[in-house]
């Protein structure tokens, strides 16, 4: 199966993973719960939906950032029964069934109420459809930002290479901007000419 | 004497050569000289601000880092447990890379994102810190700290200092990959993603386009020397 990685699990994974730190911390068993729990509860049809390995390399990260206690487990585990419900409930297999369902905002629901059980809060920024420049970003209780994310860690085709160009495409910009402006300005010119030739 | 026709007409030139062309040309021309302009003045108002800012001088270019590495551990070998050390947080400068054969030398951030590509060389959140014996994944701007990155040659080595540890990594293999390609990730996965600790370094490419492209220029190395570190309570 192609594209197996379910937006809500990935969605999920993100928020979760992008709990920032309270304290130096190893990787401890409900952490590991948490992670189990991620790689092999959502079953559809037989199989087993999950996401690449990267992805559980960043929520190691995570888990050494955060100490999670029981209380915390149980709660985040509640919210991740939801969330699986509501994908089972809309049979998200692919990616693109996020937005073809609108489901979006209903599973960055998911993820704020993961965040706010350690305080943490996520944001938008700009289109989450423009892998290039649209962005989750996470803040810790204090406002502070611990990760900005571009949604294209949801493709599984680049998985986690960045963009390491240049920021924007200033060449082309600016190249398409002046053939513009001359098409508009000879087109304007070449016109005004052939009536006042006429008059 | 002009019919209500040609008047009608006459104003409508009038509208469009007075006052909708004029107003298409200045916001086409605003653009383009914001575009050719903005890499120009960028510079110039970093040094306006370094010379009558108030701010601290050290915080202009650095106001999303927070540095934990402060030079060499000397710590090549041996075993660190997850307590033994601070695990870096998004944005904190935990090390350096050096590249043999290269111009490269530069500060290693935890994170990726573009503001924190602008400062130095970018440890994917999605892959492992050096020490784990999994893959670590590095990029950097083609147009800046990754500029020399296609000069490595296989069999050189390379250096990551970080606040933990020094690590030697030697260079195996370089490889040009689509990212747009079908089999893209898959030819850095296994590396990525496998038991062997494997230092993927990584650019755009071609090396002096200022244009995006889907081209990545990666370098893969295997861990020659450095200590483990255990990350599991």
Redo the contacts between chains.
């Keep these: 199966m192609k594209k197996l990685a379910c937006l809500m699990v990935v969605a999920v994974l993100l928020v979760v993973?992008m709990i920032?730190?309270f304290a130096?911390?190893?990787?401890?068993?409900y952490e590991q719960k948490i992670t189990t729990y991620i790689k092999t509860a959502y079953v559809v049809d037989g199989w087993t939906i999950t996401v690449?390995?990267?992805?559980f390399?960043?929520l190691?990260?995570v888990w050494?950032?955060v100490d999670l206690t029981e209380a915390q487990y149980n709660q985040i585990k509640a919210i991740l029964d939801k969330a699986l419900a509501f994908c089972k409930s809309k049979h998200l297999v692919e990616v693109e069934d996020i937005t073809k369902t609108g489901s979006t905002d209903t599973l960055l629901g998911y993820i704020r109420e993961a965040l706010a059980v350690l305080g943490y809060t996520l944001s938008t920024q700009g289109s989450l459809t423009d892998a290039?420049h649209g962005?989750l970003i996470i803040a810790d209780p204090d406002g502070n930002?611990?990760?900005?994310?571009?949604p294209n860690?949801v493709k599984?085709?680049?998985?986690?290479?960045?963009?390491?160009?240049?920021?924007y495409?200033?060449?082309?910009?600016?190249g398409v901007?002046?053939v513009?402006?001359l098409a508009?300005?000879s087109v304007?010119l070449k016109k005004?000419r052939k009536?006042t030739d006429e008059d | 004497m002009k019919t209500n026709s040609e008047k009608i007409r006459s104003k409508k030139?009038y509208r469009k050569?007075f006052i909708i062309?004029p107003i298409?040309?200045l916001l086409?021309?605003y653009?383009?000289f914001f575009?050719?302009l903005?890499?120009i003045l960028d510079p110039l108002i970093s040094v306006y601000s370094l010379a009558f800012s108030n701010t601290n001088v050290n915080t202009i270019d650095e106001s999303?880092t927070n540095s934990i590495f402060d030079g060499n551990t000397a710590v090549h070998d041996g075993y660190i447990?997850?307590?033994e050390f601070?695990?870096p947080?998004?944005?904190d400068i935990f090390g350096k890379v050096t590249v043999e054969g290269t111009e490269i030398d530069c500060p290693l951030i935890f994170?990726?994102?573009?503001?924190l590509?602008?400062r130095g060389a970018?440890l994917?959140?999605?892959?492992?810190?050096p020490g784990c014996g999994?893959?670590i994944?590095v990029?950097?701007?083609?147009?800046t700290y990754?500029h020399t990155l296609p000069e490595a040659q296989v069999g050189s080595l390379v250096r990551v200092e970080t606040n933990y540890g020094s690590f030697t990594y030697r260079i195996r293999e370089t490889k040009l990959i689509d990212?747009n390609s079908?089999d893209?990730?898959g030819q850095?996965?296994e590396d990525?993603?496998g038991d062997r600790e494997v230092l993927l370094l990584?650019?755009?490419y071609p090396i002096n386009?200022?244009?995006?492209?889907s081209l990545?220029y990666f370098v893969f190395c295997e861990k020659v020397s450095g200590p483990q570190v255990?990350?599991?309570?």
């Design positions: 993973s920032p730190a130096a911390a190893g990787i401890n068993d690449p390995g990267e992805y390399t960043a190691e990260n050494n950032k290039d962005l930002v611990v990760a900005r994310l571009h860690v599984t085709k680049n998985g986690a290479v960045a963009k390491t160009g240049a920021d495409t200033a060449a082309a910009v600016c901007s002046a513009a402006v508009a300005a304007a005004f009536e | 030139d050569y062309l298409v040309f086409c021309g653009i383009l575009v050719c903005t890499p999303e447990n997850y307590d601070v695990f947080s998004w944005g994170g990726d994102d573009n503001s590509l602008r970018g994917s959140f999605f892959s492992h810190i999994k893959g994944l990029g950097g701007h083609n147009n990754f990212m079908a893209a990730r850095y996965a990525l993603n990584y650019t755009c386009t200022m244009a995006s492209t990545r255990n990350l599991y309570e």
